[in-house]
């Protein structure tokens, strides 16, 4: 056992010290966070925050729900289009193409992921806000131009983890089923995607959890009204989107509202957080 | 200096080209921190002026063409809101704060500069057939009492109604001014600026909304409110009442550059180009 | 109901997946294809180097361009050290341990955390209590926050394929544990390193929401690090929401995807040729 020279334990603490540091960085955060938010949260009482449907935060109105209703409906809707065409592009790389042809798309697709929110917004305001509005009705900022912007935002989050959990599926198990007699099809139904099941919620959830923090893209297309829409054609406004827009003008108890806001945001997307971490870790168990 | 920096990291064996590589590294940095603002009252200090979103774009062009004049000067234009803008101006935090709506009470103590008059324009997509609307009406529309334009003498077609969002100076103009004891309805769409509520209403033949009249063009049509235009004439004849003063507001009285800066925009030049920008020179 | 041939079943599938397929890959080609038609054209040698004329509607970006390579690079000086550092810490320090376990879970958390409330706390935490106002400093301090997993992830990962006949030949050598580290890990390390660095340099020049609280807008070069400076990304959403100025919008949003993409091929090129090595 070799003697360790003090300059080598000093190193060795300064990086334990840097290692922790992240976990100091994730405290202070929360902190900060909760620190602002919290005691507002106690001072007007969460049923009233979480429940109230006006938000009039300069006249002491600051009822949520209009906002968590509009993030849960425009994460819902981005699902609806982002997972079945994600995961069919999965599938179809996986199970129905070549691996030159996926060797070159994954990586485009992935490459996509980088283009920033408000490009994504920019052309959803363009394009397909006036497209809503003149051929489906309402001001065209609306609920549903979100969930399509959000839903193809998440497009490359969820087929990109998709194809790696699909890839990953043992080629015994396809080979097992096709030596039974059965189609593609039918394996890929029956056996792949079930192997794989726990992988895609993962994906789902990841994706999820994007559309649930997105904010620039969704403050440029979803009209922002603090009101719970009534059809897809009615605009609505996120939690995110709150923050985002009257962030830099609030004062006093407006700015502790909205740290309130930050706050049950923060506790839904640790929550997903959380709830992705386990299945992954449920599959490689 | 640089031979102690050479002997302590060589003691902790790194290589001479990973040393110059840290050294580099380090001038660099200190060089980007630079100097810790200048002292604003200086001559060619950097000035901050903070505030107002809607005095901002005319700030920011005063400002392009004083330091186009006088490149010795450096003046910093930020955001942040008119509430933001007093109390930067009263901690200090901004040499300058910009306003667009009188001081309340309790923000008094300041020293005001009336820089210029802004209307707040009525405005509606360039090809909506009215041409005005009683003040009473579009407190109405904006609180939601009427679904088409229909009802109020114009083409058929839903309302869409843009506000600003809450802590905005402009919204809180717009409902002192207009909508009086009624409330903003909660359905109505929001947008973060105001240059933001005119590209709606420019693309969406059906919708309305507030803005500062400087920034009206020739997309939006302002319209006249209980008969009055939203032109510089009416304005100054005290016919259209939507106006809103903006102030450039000091803990004292201004010096140094500050003192220039404020000298220039109430000056023949500055006062021109916030005419040609759209707004009432603050005589 | 009589059951359809599984044949038929299986070209009617293949069909629906094949559309959809076709539907996402050209959505997504179709975004970058069309910005970069619209914006191509406004790019060239003024639009690069010239400073931005009336409040940013003509003229060109170069501030902006400044602001985003420094805030960049300020956020990478404070990220990389702090990234590697734990990265180097948990990988040849120390075992698997519950703290290990809490620090990658703090790093995990971290990547979730939207941009905006990063956006939130950097403007409550640096801009107003630390007095640093908007800043490139707390613009960068709030982006080295959001990149700081990246790191920490794509460090730790290229510093365990380093194989250990390299960590021991350098052991039996004589060298100390840190010596071993900067001398012979950390080298082989440095590509999958580099990596990450690249890929949080893509995040960093299209993130918005954590800069617009933090950095703030103004339109001059910034100076120093307490200057405040408006980035690329910002740049494109004020022009974006608040003007009609389209052109200089695509302008600056080719660029951005230009950067990005090319970095992220870059990022992308380099993992395979470090892939290749290994297998």
């Known amino acids: 056992m070799s003697r360790v020279s003090p300059r080598e334990l000093a190193i060795e603490r300064i990086l334990q010290a840097i290692a922790y540091s992240s976990i100091a960085i994730l405290f202070i955060i929360t902190f900060f966070i909760f620190k602002e938010g919290l005691p507002f949260i106690f001072r007007e009482g969460l049923g009233e925050i979480l429940g109230g449907v006006e938000w009039r935060p300069t006249k002491g109105q600051f009822g949520i729900l209009p906002m968590v209703v509009g993030s849960l409906l425009v994460t819902g809707g981005a699902l609806v289009i982002g997972v079945p065409l994600g995961l069919s592009c999965a599938i179809f790389l996986v199970e129905f193409s070549t691996p030159k042809v996926r060797r070159i798309l994954k990586p485009a697709i992935e490459l996509l992921a980088g283009i920033p929110s408000v490009v994504y917004g920019f052309l959803g305001v363009i394009l397909l806000v006036p497209l809503i509005r003149v051929h489906l009705g309402g001001p065209g900022l609306s609920l549903l131009a979100g969930s399509i912007i959000l839903g193809i935002m998440i497009l490359p989050t969820i087929i990109s983890i998709s194809i790696d959990v699909l890839e990953a599926v043992p080629r015994s198990y396809r080979e097992g089923s096709i030596a039974l007699g059965a189609t593609t099809t039918q394996t890929v139904s029956m056996v792949v995607l079930k192997a794989a099941r726990s992988g895609i919620v993962t994906a789902v959830i990841l994706g999820m959890g994007r559309a649930i923090g997105e904010t620039m893209a969704v403050i440029m297309v ?64 | 200096m640089y031979l102690i920096l050479h002997m302590i990291l060589t003691r902790l064996n790194i290589s001479t080209a990973r040393q110059e590589a840290f050294l580099l590294f380090l001038v660099f940095f200190l060089a980007a921190t630079g100097c810790r603002g200048t002292d604003p009252n200086a001559v060619g200090g950097v000035m901050t002026v903070a505030g107002s979103t809607s005095v901002q774009p005319f700030a920011e062009k005063l400002a392009e063409e004083f330091m186009a004049e006088h490149p010795e000067y450096n003046i910093n234009i930020q955001g942040g809101g008119s509430s ?64 088409n334009w229909k009802e109020l003498g114009g083409s058929d077609g839903t309302i869409h109604f843009v506000a600003r969002e809450e802590g905005s ?50 997309r939006v049509k302002a319209l006249s409110v209980d008969g009055a235009r939203a032109s510089r004439q009416d304005i100054m004849g005290g016919r259209y009442e939507l106006v809103r003063p903006f102030l450039f507001l000091t803990q004292e009285e201004p010096e140094g550059t500050a003192r220039t800066f404020i000298e220039f925009i109430m000056g023949p030049q500055g006062q021109e180009l916030l005419s040609a920008e759209g707004l009432i020179p603050g005589e | 109901m009589k059951r359809l041939d599984p044949g038929v079943t299986q070209k009617i599938v293949r069909g629906i997946l094949l559309s959809f397929t076709a539907l996402t890959v050209s959505i997504l080609v179709f975004i970058i294809t069309y910005v970069l038609l619209k914006g191509l054209p406004v790019l060239g040698w003024e639009f690069l180097t010239k400073g931005a004329v009336d409040a940013g509607t003509s003229g060109g970006i170069f501030p902006f361009i400044v602001s985003t390579v420094f805030i960049t690079v300020v956020a990478l000086a404070i990220a990389t050290p702090l990234g590697v550092g734990t990265a180097i810490y948990l990988t040849e320090y120390t075992r698997e341990t519950i703290v290990t376990k809490v620090v990658r879970f703090a790093a995990e958390c971290l990547a979730g955390i939207p941009s905006i409330i990063l956006g939130l706390f950097g403007f409550i935490t640096f801009v107003l209590f630390l007095k640093l106002g908007w800043s490139i400093l707390s613009g960068a301090l709030t982006l080295a926050i959001m990149i700081l997993p990246t790191i920490i992830r794509t460090s730790e990962e290229a510093i365990i394929s380093v194989p250990q006949n390299q960590r021991d030949v350098s052991t039996s050598l004589g060298g100390t544990r840190w010596q071993t580290v900067t001398r012979v890990v950390l080298p082989s390390a440095l590509p999958g390193i580099v990596t990450g660095i690249m890929l949080s340099v893509g995040r960093c020049i299209g993130e918005t929401a954590a800069v617009i609280f933090t950095a703030g807008s103004a339109l001059p070069t910034p100076t120093s690090v307490f200057a405040s400076g408006r980035t690329l990304a910002v740049h494109f959403y ?33 993992m395979h040729r470090i892939m290749r090595k290994f297998s």
């Open chain 2, 84 to 147: 933001a803008g007093v109390r930067a101006a009263q901690t200090g935090a901004a040499q300058i704060g910009m306003s667009s709506r009188n001081l309340k009470e309790k923000e008094k103590g300041l020293h005001e500069r009336v820089i210029a008059y802004d209307g707040i324009a009525v405005i509606v997509h360039r090809d909506n057939p009215l041409e005005g609307l009683s003040k009473k009406e579009v407190a109405g529309i904006f609180a939601g009492d009427y679904a």
């Open chain 2, 169 to 218: 100076g402009t919204r809180g103009a717009f409902e002192k001014m207009v909508m009086e004891e009624r409330e903003i309805s909660l359905r109505a769409l929001v947008q973060a600026s105001n240059g933001a509520v005119r590209e709606i209403i420019a693309r969406d033949p059906g919708s309305i909304g507030y803005i500062s009249l400087g920034l009206v063009d020739n």
């Open chain 1, 222 to 285: 979803t009209g922002n009204a603090v009101a719970a829409p009534g059809s897809v054609l009615d605009s609505i406004r996120t939690l995110t989107s709150n923050i985002g827009i009257e962030l830099a003008y609030a004062s006093g108890d407006h700015q502790e509202a909205l740290f309130a806001t930050g706050v049950v945001l923060f506790v839904m997307i640790m929550v997903l957080n959380l709830a992705a971490s386990m299945t992954r870790r449920k599959r490689i168990r």
């Open chain 3, 238 to 270: 004020i022009l974006a929401t608040e003007t009609d100025a389209f052109g200089m919008a695509y302008g600056t949003a080719a660029v951005l995807i230009i950067a990005i993409l090319t970095i992220n091929v870059m990022a992308y090129w380099m």
